[in-house]
């Protein structure tokens, strides 16, 4: 057996799976941000959610503390996701694109 593989289940002939099925990464220009609102688990309060936005943990708390400082309302980045306190879909929808980010509504 090559040293490059990589030993997955074996009874001596049994099932093995070499390292070039290894998933491939996704190019963050094609992924696309969604948005929604949500009261569900807040207490009846509205929030809108942002997720699936492209880049790391360190772009997600830069993208959402410019867009709390642009709406002026508070919110939260955690479990890769922007949380911002109030009803903002659209404006949020228009501030991602001005950004050059493909943004779009999600349920209802």
């Not at 942002?50 to 830069?62: A, C, F, M």
């Not at 508070?74 to 109030?86: A, L, P, T």
Request: hydrophobic fraction near 30%.
């Amino acid at each position: 057996m090559p040293k490059e593989t990589r030993l997955v289940y074996s009874t001596e002939s049994g099932r093995i799976r070499s390292d070039s099925d290894v998933t491939h990464a996704v190019n963050p220009d094609d992924s696309v941000c969604r948005v929604r609102r949500e009261t569900k688990g807040r207490g009846g309060k509205e929030a809108t959610v942002i997720w699936d936005v492209p880049g790391g943990e360190v772009e997600l708390k830069s993208l959402g503390k410019a867009i709390k400082q642009r709406l002026g309302t508070g919110g939260s980045v955690k479990d890769g996701q922007i949380v911002i306190q109030g009803d903002h879909v659209e404006t949020i929808l228009s501030f991602l694109k001005d950004k050059g980010f493909q943004a779009k509504k999600a349920g209802g």
